[in-house]
């Protein structure tokens, strides 16, 4: 019989910490007695490693969390009784945290793999078990030998290494080559080849049938359209810009795009490479279907986007609809578009740096799709990944001539030192078009952007519940805010790990909990930041300046409003997010004057996120009103409180 303790207020979370990398949930659980009987009944296997961070946490199976998520949390709840404070919500929250940040390498440290050249020209992989390793031999072809207990795959032993590598974080030392070639022998023991059998035959290599090749069929992926030049007299192409309201530069990126069936735009963040592909996409479309792939958080911000340049555009989100000339999707979503792909004209491919892993599902279906759509515009404003042969894959998404090499063969001719890069860059200059922040040099002063994002299922549910509350519309407004700004906390961090390096960033908070998570979470991304809270003494306040503004390696400077909004100098930074609006334009404009004010040499870039359906919406309007009729040219010393009742008010009405 299972052992349950009474609850109490003080009573701890059932599920501690959650972790997934892309096959396995890794689910770590406040002690119950008997409740490892019932995970192992479950099929989970406890990861025992003393030292290891995830030591004694539950290997789990996507698809048992996946499909039958109730079920698995109402058994554990039964086992666990009413001792743990654990919802439903919580526990999905949970999940879903997890599987928006997977950990590939969380159970991978140890893996070994030995590789080896065959005397037939393929090669067998042997090694310790993991999902991901089945998931990439069979997407490479593989046929799994059981007497020899290993899998044998048509591809060269460098290229298996490479996709074994990237797409499981595996360690080099992890993955070992065996040298010479081998055979198997009938037992299935792996012998080395007799000298006369690894005498290669000579012969013209077959030509491909309709798929994409990296060396011998490494990855299969879908054959894509090379490249082809589109034509443009003067004339015509001026016409065709002069619609829009567009920078020089901008006018400059959109040609770029329209010239060519397809090609990459690298802009830094904040040059509006989402307009720049909207205004191509719309001029190369000529009134057929557009198709637009952008992180799910990102749909909404696309939508209003696309009204602004397109004001009666038809847009339909996350479906296919026949009377829509804009679709716009995420990545999950990219297989339900494969069979009707050939429908669209225009394909724009967003943080398309996320299709760098061959092996990686949603990068089959992008392929699949971009071999039927004629124009196929790429957007990053990470162009430079960490592997030269990261950008391979998007040239053969691109249908760059230079995609057709082997995976191998691109490596060895553009990899390993700068004078290779230096020349692939000259190869590449007609392909991507990459400019930084001193296009805007003419720019003075500080843009606003805001960009709308949307919470998940789970946190809807979540706010909702508080929103309908019986708490006070005051008490409300505090939990929702704090709600909020940890929905937002996950984009920023997104955003900020997109920034250059030479960029650095100021985060406003509301609340110390999210300064302490940003900072938590950046730092695991190698981003390594200051922080700033009331509670701090005003020498580790100066520290914190001191650092930011003078060490190149400090690139984020985090802080509630309260404490780091006013009197400091942080003109090192370009960058200004803000997790949370504070309650008046006259908070605001001071926190965005710790970087624009004298001494900034940069143009400033303030990203507002704001959730779809919330209070978001209340405030900043509420700002915007304020702010149109200069009512915080002089500001009463109780104008924060006001705007409190004021947006209480508003919350009433809404209830």
């Given at each position: 019989?299972?052992?349950?303790?009474?609850?109490?207020?003080?009573?701890?979370?059932?599920?501690?910490?959650?972790?997934f990398?892309?096959?396995?949930?890794?689910?770590?659980?406040?002690?119950?007695?008997?409740?490892?009987?019932?995970l192992?009944s479950?099929?989970?296997?406890?990861?025992?490693?003393?030292?290891?961070?995830?030591?004694?946490?539950?290997?789990?199976?996507?698809?048992l969390?996946?499909?039958?998520?109730?079920?698995?949390?109402?058994?554990?709840k039964?086992?666990?009784?009413e001792?743990?404070?654990?919802t439903?919500?919580?526990?999905?929250?949970?999940?879903d945290?997890?599987?928006?940040?997977?950990?590939?390498?969380?159970?991978?440290?140890?893996?070994?793999?030995?590789?080896?050249?065959?005397?037939?020209?393929?090669?067998?992989?042997?090694?310790?078990?993991?999902p991901?390793?089945?998931?990439?031999?069979?997407?490479?072809?593989g046929?799994?030998?059981?007497?020899?207990?290993a899998?044998?795959?048509?591809?060269?032993?460098?290229?298996?290494?490479?996709?074994?590598?990237?797409?499981?974080?595996?360690?080099?030392?992890?993955?070992q080559i065996?040298?010479g070639?081998?055979?198997?022998?009938?037992?299935?023991?792996?012998?080395?080849?007799?000298?006369?059998?690894?005498?290669?035959?000579?012969?013209?290599?077959?030509?491909?049938t309709?798929?994409?090749?990296?060396?011998?069929?490494e990855v299969?992926?879908a054959?894509?359209p090379?490249?082809?030049?589109?034509?443009?007299?003067?004339?015509a192409?001026e016409?065709?810009?002069?619609?829009?309201q567009?920078?020089d530069?901008?006018?400059?990126?959109?040609?770029?795009?329209?010239?060519?069936?397809?090609?990459?735009?690298?802009?830094?963040?904040?040059?509006?490479k989402?307009?720049?592909?909207?205004?191509?996409?719309?001029?190369?479309?000529?009134?057929?279907?557009?198709l637009?792939i952008?992180?799910?958080?990102?749909?909404?911000?696309?939508s209003?986007?696309?009204?602004?340049v397109?004001?009666d555009?038809k847009?339909?989100?996350?479906?296919?609809?026949?009377?829509?000339?804009?679709?716009?999707?995420?990545?999950?979503r990219?297989?339900?578009?494969?069979?009707t792909?050939?429908?669209?004209?225009?394909?724009?491919?967003?943080?398309a740096?996320?299709?760098?892993?061959?092996?990686?599902?949603?990068?089959?279906h992008?392929?699949?799709?971009?071999?039927?759509?004629?124009?196929?515009?790429?957007?990053?404003?990470?162009?430079v990944?960490?592997?030269?042969?990261?950008?391979?894959?998007?040239?053969?998404?691109?249908?760059?001539?230079?995609?057709?090499?082997?995976?191998k063969?691109?490596?060895?001719?553009?990899?390993?030192s700068?004078?290779?890069?230096?020349?692939l860059r000259?190869l590449?200059?007609?392909?991507?078009?990459?400019?930084?922040?001193?296009?805007l040099?003419?720019?003075?002063?500080?843009q606003?952007?805001?960009?709308?994002?949307?919470?998940?299922?789970?946190?809807?549910?979540?706010y909702?519940?508080?929103?309908?509350?019986d708490?006070?519309p005051?008490?409300?407004?505090?939990?929702?805010?704090?709600?909020?700004?940890?929905?937002?906390?996950?984009?920023?961090?997104?955003?900020?790990?997109?920034?250059?390096?030479q960029?650095?960033?100021?985060?406003f908070?509301?609340?110390?909990?999210t300064?302490?998570?940003?900072?938590?979470?950046?730092?695991?991304?190698?981003?390594?930041?200051v922080?700033?809270?009331g509670?701090?003494s005003?020498?580790?306040?100066?520290?914190a300046?001191?650092?930011f503004?003078?060490?190149?390696?400090?690139?984020?400077?985090?802080?509630?409003?309260?404490?780091?909004?006013?009197?400091?100098?942080?003109?090192?930074?370009?960058?200004?997010?803000?997790?949370?609006l504070?309650?008046?334009?006259?908070?605001q404009?001071q926190?965005?004057?710790?970087?624009?004010r004298?001494?900034?040499l940069?143009?400033?870039?303030?990203?507002?996120?704001?959730?779809?359906?919330?209070?978001?919406?209340?405030?900043?309007?509420?700002?915007?009103?304020k702010?149109?009729?200069?009512?915080?040219?002089?500001?009463?010393?109780?104008?924060?409180?006001?705007a409190?009742?004021?947006?209480a008010?508003?919350?009433?009405?809404?209830?």
């Amino acid at each position: 019989m299972l052992k349950r303790r009474s609850p109490s207020i003080d009573s701890p979370a059932l599920l501690k910490r959650a972790v997934f990398d892309g096959f396995d949930y890794g689910l770590s659980f406040a002690y119950v007695e008997g409740l490892g009987r019932v995970l192992s009944s479950l099929k989970a296997r406890c990861f025992r490693k003393p030292g290891h961070p995830l030591h004694n946490t539950w290997r789990i199976a996507k698809n048992l969390v996946h499909e039958e998520t109730q079920e698995f949390f109402a058994t554990l709840k039964a086992a666990a009784g009413e001792a743990f404070i654990e919802t439903y919500e919580t526990f999905t929250r949970k999940l879903d945290v997890s599987r928006a940040k997977p950990l590939l390498a969380a159970y991978t440290t140890d893996i070994q793999v030995r590789i080896a050249a065959m005397a037939d020209g393929k090669v067998l992989a042997r090694g310790d078990y993991h999902p991901g390793l089945i998931a990439i031999y069979r997407r490479m072809g593989g046929v799994y030998l059981g007497p020899s207990k290993a899998w044998k795959i048509i591809c060269t032993a460098e290229a298996l290494r490479s996709n074994l590598i990237d797409g499981l974080g595996l360690s080099e030392e992890q993955v070992q080559i065996l040298e010479g070639q081998h055979e198997l022998l009938e037992d299935g023991a792996l012998v080395q080849a007799r000298e006369w059998e690894s005498i290669a035959v000579g012969g013209e290599r077959p030509e491909p049938t309709g798929e994409s090749e990296d060396s011998v069929n490494e990855v299969y992926l879908a054959s894509i359209p090379q490249i082809t030049p589109i034509s443009w007299t003067a004339q015509a192409l001026e016409d065709a810009l002069n619609k829009y309201q567009l920078y020089d530069y901008q006018r400059t990126g959109v040609a770029h795009l329209v010239q060519r069936s397809s090609a990459l735009l690298a802009d830094d963040m904040g040059l509006g490479k989402t307009r720049q592909s909207i205004v191509a996409a719309h001029i190369q479309a000529k009134g057929r279907p557009i198709l637009i792939i952008c992180l799910a958080s990102l749909i909404i911000n696309w939508s209003r986007e696309i009204q602004a340049v397109c004001p009666d555009a038809k847009i339909s989100m996350q479906a296919a609809d026949p009377s829509a000339q804009w679709v716009i999707i995420n990545y999950e979503r990219l297989g339900q578009f494969v069979t009707t792909a050939s429908l669209y004209n225009v394909m724009v491919i967003d943080e398309a740096h996320r299709l760098k892993e061959p092996t990686a599902e949603w990068t089959r279906h992008a392929f699949d799709i971009a071999s039927k759509v004629p124009n196929r515009y790429l957007l990053t404003g990470t162009p430079v990944l960490n592997r030269e042969s990261e950008l391979h894959t998007l040239l053969r998404l691109s249908g760059h001539p230079i995609g057709l090499m082997s995976l191998k063969a691109f490596c060895e001719q553009f990899a390993g030192s700068s004078e290779f890069r230096a020349s692939l860059r000259i190869l590449l200059s007609d392909w991507m078009l990459r400019r930084t922040k001193d296009v805007l040099v003419n720019l003075k002063g500080k843009q606003r952007q805001t960009f709308a994002s949307q919470m998940s299922a789970a946190e809807r549910r979540q706010y909702q519940e508080v929103f309908h509350s019986d708490r006070s519309p005051l008490a409300r407004i505090g939990v929702l805010r704090s709600m909020l700004e940890r929905f937002k906390a996950r984009t920023i961090v997104d955003m900020v790990r997109e920034l250059d390096t030479q960029d650095k960033v100021i985060i406003f908070c509301e609340f110390i909990e999210t300064v302490e998570w940003l900072n938590s979470e950046l730092a695991t991304e190698g981003i390594n930041c200051v922080t700033l809270t009331g509670k701090h003494s005003g020498t580790r306040r100066q520290k914190a300046v001191d650092q930011f503004q003078g060490d190149e390696n400090i690139r984020a400077f985090i802080g509630t409003t309260a404490a780091a909004g006013t009197g400091i100098n942080l003109t090192a930074a370009n960058y200004v997010f803000f997790a949370s609006l504070p309650w008046t334009p006259a908070l605001q404009d001071q926190a965005e004057d710790r970087a624009y004010r004298n001494g900034q040499l940069r143009l400033v870039i303030v990203k507002i996120p704001l959730i779809d359906d919330s209070i978001d919406q209340g405030l900043w309007s509420m700002l915007a009103a304020k702010r149109a009729v200069a009512r915080d040219l002089i500001e009463p010393e109780d104008a924060s409180e006001k705007a409190q009742l004021e947006l209480a008010s508003l919350l009433l009405q809404a209830a």
